[in-house]
C-alpha cells in the first residue's frame, strides 16, 4: 500500500515535469499518434511526449521490461492511468500493435520474435496492419483462400485482403494465410508477420460512403516471407486468429462509451442540446417524440456505461462465462448507430452537409460536417469486428445454448464453398 | 462502486430463490385467483416471510427492523418477481414502511414499523386519483378542525386497499392539483367512519382497491411530517418504490426468458427444436442483452439507495430502471408468449400471468413514457 502511494507521488511529479501542456488538451483526430516508420506528429509536442513515455515503458505499462514494456502490475498501471486521467493527459500512441497484436504475440510467440517486434511497438517505431478478412470470406473467415506455400526457407504468399484497416499507411502486417489445402478450413490456417515493404506487396485503399478511406484493398504477388515470420504452429493459426478478435471487440465495444453525457467536442455527443439549439428552445426539447428518443438512448447509454463496468468487475471475480464481450460489442454499435441517427435528427439539414463552400465555414461548421461523416462511418460498426449477426449467432449458441443448425444437419466444413452462406458463417461465429 | 453480490447478498438470494420456488409458485397465484380468495393473498406464505425478516428488511433496527437496505428488500422482490407470489411486500414495506420512515416523527415510527416488521399490520398507500399515473395530480381535501383534520375524495387503484388496516392518504391541504406545495400525508385507520373500500379484479389478479373518504376525521397526531409539505419525502418514496418494484420486474423478465429458452430447446417442429432457428436465434439474443442492461440499472440504484445520505442520481436511476424495466417486461413477455405459440396462449401454462403482471407493473407509479420524460427533465431538457 506504501509502495502504491509511493509510486503515485512520483508519477505525479514525472507527469507534472515530463507531459507538455499541450499533451493536457482534448485531442483533434488529425493529432492522434499511430506511430510507424513515417509516422506524423501534427503537433511537435506529441513527438516529444511519446518518446518520453516510451523511454519508460509507459506507452504500455504492464508489458514486461526485457521487451521495452513498463513491467506494471495491475495495480500500479491502474495508478499510472489515474494520474494521467487526473491531467486529462492524451495517451501517447493509438496502434493495432498495442491493441491486438502485442498481447497475442507476448502470449504464444518465441522470445526471439518477442524481441524483434515488442520494443518497436511500445516505441511506435512499426505501425502493423490486420490482414484477415478477405473479399470472399467476411463472416466466414476461416474460408480465406491467400495461400503461402513453403519454397525452402520462405513462404511464397500469393492472394488479397480487404477492409486492412490503414493498410497503405502500416510497415508490417500479421496475415492469416491458408497453408494445408486438404485440412478442414478451421484446421489449414497459419498466422504470419512480414514486411510491406516486401516486393510483391501493394494497396489500394477503398473510398467509403462517408468519403473518407480508412480501409484498404491489399494485394499479394509472390510475397517471400521467412519461415521464421509464422507465429506458433503451422497450422494452428485459428487459435491465435480467435485470441486476436477477442481484443479486437473489445476495442471496438468501446465506442458505445462515452456517448450522451459525456463531451468529446462533437454535435453528436450533446444531442438534446444541439436539438435544443437548433430549434431555439430554452427550457425544454420541443419536439415530443425526439425528446423521448433520445432520453431512451441516453437510458440505455448510461445502462451499458454500467454493464460495461459491471462485466469488469465480474471478469475480476472470474464469473461466469466471458460471453458479455459479444453482448457489450453489439450494443455498443447499435448505440453509436443511433446516436448519430438521433444526430441527423437534431440538427436537421446542418447536419446532411457534404463539405463547405466557403471561407470561413458560414454555410456548415466543421463539426456540421463531422455529424454526417461520422453517421456514414457508423455504419460500419456492426459490419467490422464480426457482423451484428454473427454476434447474435455467438449469443444464442455459445450463452443461451440453443441448437446449432449446422450440427443437426450435417456440416461438411473441410473446404471452401461446401456449406451454405449461413451456416458457415455460424462456424465461424461459434468457434471465434 | 460495486455491481456484484457480496456473500451475504448472494446467500439471501439463494434462500429467497429456494423459498419462493418451494413454498410461493406460481401455483400459489393461479390457487388464490381460481379461489377467489378473500384476502388476495396467502397469509401462510406471508407469515413465512415476516418469519424469514423479509418485512423488516429496510426498516432501521431501533424500530424492530434487521437493517439489510433496500439491496436486500431488492433481492428479494427480484424472486417474488419471478414467481409472482402475491403479498403485502410492495404495499406495505416498500412504500408504506419507507414513507413513514422518512417523514414520520420518533413517535409515528415507534407505533407504526414494528407493527410492519412482525408482520401484523398491512398499510397501503393511497395516492393515485387518475388512471394514469400522477403524483402532483392531488384533489382530495384535508381541512384543518380545532382537533384535526376532515378528508373528502377518493383515491383509485390503491394497492393491498381491502386489506389494509391503516391507509397513508397523500391529500392536498393548499394550493391546486398539480403544485408540490400543499400536499401533506395522512394516517388514517381503515376502520374510521366514513372509509369505504371498492376492492377491484385486476388483470394480474393482485390486490387493489379504490377508496372514498367522506368527511373522515382524523386527530393532529395523524399528519405525517409536516402540514403542506409532504412532497419530498412521497417523491423520495416514489422513487424507491420505482427501484423495488423494478427489482420485482427484473424477476419477472428473467425467469419468462428463462422459461422461453428452455421451450426453444424442447419444443420440436420440422424434426429440430425450434431453438435451432435462427429467427428465433436472434431475438432470444437480443433480449438476452437487454437484459444484461437491467440487471445493471437495478443493481447500481440499489447500492446507491443504500448509501444513505451519500447516494447520488436517484431520481434519475429511479426513472432509468422504471423505464427500462417496464419496456423491456413488455418485450420479454410478449416474445415468450409469441415462442411458446398455442400453448403460451392457454390459461393452464403459466406464461401468461406473467404477461398480465408485467402490463400491471409497467403502470404502477409509472410507465415507460412518463419516465423517459421525467428522466429528460432532470437531465435538462
Same mark, same amino acid.
Given at each position: 500500500m506504501h509502495d502504491l502511494e509511493a509510486f503515485r507521488a512520483e508519477t505525479r511529479?514525472?507527469?507534472?515535469?515530463?507531459?507538455?501542456?499541450?499533451?493536457?488538451?482534448?485531442?483533434?483526430?488529425?493529432?492522434?499518434?499511430?506511430?510507424?516508420?513515417?509516422?506524423?506528429?501534427?503537433?511537435?509536442?506529441?513527438?516529444?511526449?511519446?518518446?518520453r513515455m516510451a523511454d519508460k515503458g509507459w506507452t504500455t505499462p504492464t508489458w514486461p521490461q526485457e521487451y521495452g514494456g513498463g513491467g506494471l502490475d495491475k495495480a500500479h498501471s491502474l495508478v499510472l492511468a489515474e494520474e494521467m486521467q487526473r491531467i486529462a493527459a492524451r495517451p501517447p500512441l493509438v496502434s493495432f500493435g498495442i491493441s491486438m497484436l502485442g498481447p497475442v504475440l507476448l502470449e504464444m510467440a518465441t522470445h526471439e520474435q518477442k524481441l524483434e517486434h515488442i520494443p518497436k511497438i511500445v516505441r511506435g517505431e512499426i505501425r502493423w496492419c490486420q490482414g484477415y478478412s478477405e473479399p470472399g470470406a467476411g463472416s466466414d473467415l476461416a474460408g480465406l483462400g491467400t495461400k503461402a506455400i513453403l519454397q525452402g526457407d520462405d513462404y511464397i504468399i500469393n492472394g488479397s485482403k480487404i477492409w486492412t484497416s490503414y493498410a497503405d499507411q502500416a510497415d508490417w502486417i500479421f496475415c492469416l494465410v491458408r497453408t494445408d489445402f486438404e485440412a478442414p478450413k478451421h484446421s489449414g490456417i497459419s498466422f504470419i508477420l512480414f514486411d510491406m515493404a516486401s516486393s510483391g506487396v501493394s494497396t489500394k485503399p477503398i473510398k467509403l460512403i462517408s468519403g473518407n478511406s480508412v480501409f484498404c484493398e491489399t494485394f499479394f504477388d509472390d510475397v517471400r516471407v521467412p519461415v521464421s515470420n509464422l507465429v506458433g504452429r503451422l497450422n494452428d493459426g485459428w487459435t491465435i486468429a480467435k485470441r486476436l478478435l477477442q481484443h479486437e471487440r473489445t476495442m471496438i465495444s468501446g465506442f458505445g462509451?462515452?456517448?450522451?453525457?459525456?463531451?468529446?467536442?462533437?454535435?453528436?455527443d450533446s444531442l438534446a442540446e444541439t436539438a435544443m439549439l437548433y430549434r431555439g428552445d430554452v427550457v425544454e426539447l420541443s419536439d415530443p417524440v425526439l425528446r423521448d428518443q433520445i432520453a431512451q438512448f441516453r437510458i440505455?447509454?448510461?445502462?451499458?456505461?454500467?454493464?460495461?463496468?459491471?462485466?469488469?468487475?465480474?471478469?475480476?471475480q472470474s464469473k461466469g462465462p466471458n460471453a458479455?464481450?459479444?453482448?457489450? /460489442?453489439?450494443?455498443?454499435? !447499435?448505440?453509436?448507430?443511433?446516436?448519430?441517427? =438521433?444526430?441527423?435528427? #437534431?440538427?436537421?439539414?446542418?447536419? %446532411?452537409?457534404?463539405?463547405?463552400?466557403?471561407?470561413?465555414?458560414?454555410?456548415?461548421?466543421?463539426?456540421?460536417?463531422?455529424?454526417?461523416?461520422?453517421?456514414?462511418?457508423? /455504419?460500419?460498426?456492426?459490419? !467490422?469486428?464480426?457482423?451484428?449477426?454473427?454476434? =447474435?449467432?455467438?449469443? #444464442?449458441?455459445?450463452?443461451?445454448? %440453443?441448437?446449432?443448425?449446422?450440427?443437426?444437419?450435417?456440416?461438411?466444413?473441410?473446404?471452401?464453398?461446401a456449406t451454405g452462406q449461413n451456416s458457415a458463417a455460424e462456424k465461424t461465429a461459434t468457434e471465434s | 462502486m460495486s455491481l456484484v453480490l457480496n456473500e451475504d447478498q448472494t446467500m439471501l438470494q439463494q434462500s429467497a430463490r429456494d423459498f419462493c420456488r418451494e413454498q410461493a409458485p406460481v401455483a400459489v397465484l393461479r390457487h388464490l385467483r381460481d379461489s377467489k380468495h378473500p384476502d388476495g393473498y396467502s397469509a401462510e406464505v406471508w407469515q413465512s416471510m415476516v418469519e424469514l425478516g423479509w418485512a423488516g428488511m429496510a426498516i432501521p433496527e431501533a424500530y424492530e427492523g434487521f437493517g439489510f437496505g433496500y439491496s436486500g428488500l431488492g433481492l428479494v422482490l427480484e424472486e417474488t418477481g419471478r414467481t409472482l407470489v402475491p403479498t403485502p411486500l410492495v404495499s406495505t414495506v416498500l412504500l408504506s414502511a419507507?414513507?413513514?420512515?422518512?417523514?414520520?416523527?420518533?413517535?409515528?415510527?415507534?407505533?407504526?414499523?414494528p407493527?410492519?416488521?412482525?408482520?401484523?399490520?398491512?398499510?397501503?398507500?393511497?395516492?393515485?386519483?387518475?388512471?394514469?399515473?400522477?403524483?402532483?395530480?392531488?384533489?382530495?381535501?384535508?381541512?384543518?378542525?380545532?382537533?384535526?383534520?376532515?378528508?373528502?375524495?377518493?383515491?383509485?387503484?390503491?394497492?393491498?386497499?381491502?386489506?389494509?388496516?391503516?391507509?397513508?392518504?397523500?391529500?392536498?391541504?393548499?394550493?391546486?392539483?398539480?403544485?408540490?406545495?400543499?400536499?401533506?400525508?395522512?394516517?388514517?385507520?381503515?376502520a374510521s367512519q366514513g372509509v369505504e373500500v371498492q376492492r377491484l379484479n385486476m388483470v394480474?389478479?393482485?390486490?387493489?382497491?379504490?377508496?372514498?373518504?367522506?368527511?373522515?376525521?382524523?386527530?393532529?397526531?395523524?399528519?405525517?411530517?409536516?402540514?403542506?409539505?409532504?412532497?419530498?419525502?412521497?417523491?423520495?418514496?416514489?422513487?424507491?418504490?420505482?427501484?423495488?418494484?423494478?427489482?420485482?420486474?427484473?424477476?419477472?423478465?428473467?425467469?419468462?426468458?428463462?422459461?422461453?429458452?428452455?421451450?426453444?430447446?424442447?419444443?420440436?417442429?420440422?424434426?429440430?427444436?425450434?431453438?435451432?432457428?435462427?429467427?428465433?436465434?436472434?431475438r432470444a439474443a437480443i433480449m438476452y442483452s437487454e437484459i444484461e442492461l437491467c440487471k445493471s440499472l437495478v443493481?447500481?440504484?440499489?447500492?446507491?439507495?443504500?448509501?444513505?445520505?451519500?447516494?447520488?442520481?436517484?431520481?434519475?436511476?429511479?426513472?432509468?430502471?422504471?423505464?427500462?424495466?417496464?419496456?423491456?417486461?413488455?418485450?420479454?413477455?410478449?416474445?415468450?408468449?409469441?415462442?411458446?405459440?398455442?400453448?403460451?396462449?392457454?390459461?393452464?401454462?403459466?406464461?401468461?400471468?406473467?404477461?398480465?403482471?408485467?402490463?400491471?407493473?409497467?403502470?404502477t407509479l409509472g410507465d415507460a413514457a412518463f419516465h423517459r420524460d421525467r428522466y429528460a427533465s432532470l437531465r435538462g431538457f
Open positions: 511529479a514525472w507527469l507534472e515535469d515530463n507531459c507538455p501542456a499541450s499533451m493536457r488538451t482534448p485531442m483533434p483526430e488529425d493529432e492522434v499518434v499511430w506511430g510507424g516508420r513515417n509516422a506524423v506528429f501534427r503537433n511537435p509536442d506529441s513527438k516529444l511526449w511519446l518518446e462509451l462515452s456517448s450522451g453525457r459525456n463531451n468529446r467536442g462533437g454535435l453528436a440505455d447509454s448510461e445502462a451499458f456505461t454500467l454493464t460495461s463496468q459491471r462485466s469488469a468487475q465480474e471478469a475480476k458479455t464481450s459479444s453482448v457489450l /460489442k453489439n450494443y455498443g454499435c !447499435e448505440l453509436n448507430k443511433r446516436r448519430y441517427e =438521433l444526430a441527423l435528427q #437534431a440538427a436537421g439539414t446542418q447536419a %446532411l452537409g457534404w463539405e463547405s463552400l466557403t471561407e470561413d465555414d458560414s454555410d456548415f461548421s466543421q463539426q456540421e460536417l463531422a455529424v454526417a461523416r461520422q453517421w456514414l462511418r457508423s /455504419k460500419g460498426n456492426s459490419i !467490422e469486428g464480426g457482423t451484428y449477426e454473427v454476434q =447474435l449467432n455467438v449469443i #444464442a449458441k455459445r450463452v443461451l445454448g %440453443l441448437p446449432d443448425m449446422t450440427a443437426m444437419v450435417g456440416n461438411t466444413a473441410g473446404k471452401q464453398g | 419507507t414513507l413513514i420512515n422518512l417523514a414520520g416523527n420518533e413517535e409515528q415510527k415507534l407505533e407504526l414499523l407493527g410492519i416488521a412482525r408482520g401484523d399490520s398491512v398499510v397501503a398507500l393511497a395516492l393515485e386519483e387518475t388512471a394514469i399515473h400522477n403524483p402532483l395530480h392531488i384533489e382530495l381535501k384535508a381541512v384543518k378542525t380545532g382537533s384535526g383534520y376532515i378528508l373528502n375524495g377518493n383515491k383509485d387503484f390503491v394497492l393491498d386497499a381491502h386489506v389494509a388496516d391503516q391507509f397513508i392518504v397523500v391529500a392536498r391541504t393548499e394550493g391546486e392539483s398539480g403544485h408540490q406545495h400543499g400536499i401533506s400525508l395522512f394516517t388514517v385507520d381503515a394480474d389478479s393482485r390486490n387493489a382497491g379504490n377508496i372514498s373518504l367522506v368527511d373522515v376525521e382524523v386527530p393532529e397526531e395523524a399528519l405525517l411530517g409536516q402540514e403542506n409539505k409532504g412532497w419530498a419525502a412521497l417523491s423520495r418514496t416514489l422513487d424507491i418504490g420505482r427501484i423495488g418494484l423494478a427489482a420485482e420486474m427484473l424477476g419477472g423478465v428473467q425467469e419468462v426468458f428463462e422459461r422461453t429458452v428452455e421451450y426453444m430447446k424442447q419444443r420440436t417442429q420440422f424434426g429440430v427444436p425450434i431453438g435451432a432457428f435462427q429467427a428465433l436465434q436472434h443493481l447500481k440504484a440499489l447500492y446507491e439507495l443504500d448509501r444513505g445520505e451519500e447516494a447520488e442520481d436517484i431520481p434519475a436511476l429511479a426513472s432509468m430502471c422504471k423505464a427500462k424495466l417496464s419496456e423491456i417486461y413488455m418485450l420479454v413477455t410478449n416474445e415468450g408468449v409469441q415462442m411458446h405459440g398455442g400453448i403460451g396462449m392457454t390459461d393452464e401454462f403459466d406464461i401468461g400471468f406473467f404477461l398480465k403482471r408485467a402490463r400491471v407493473a409497467q403502470q
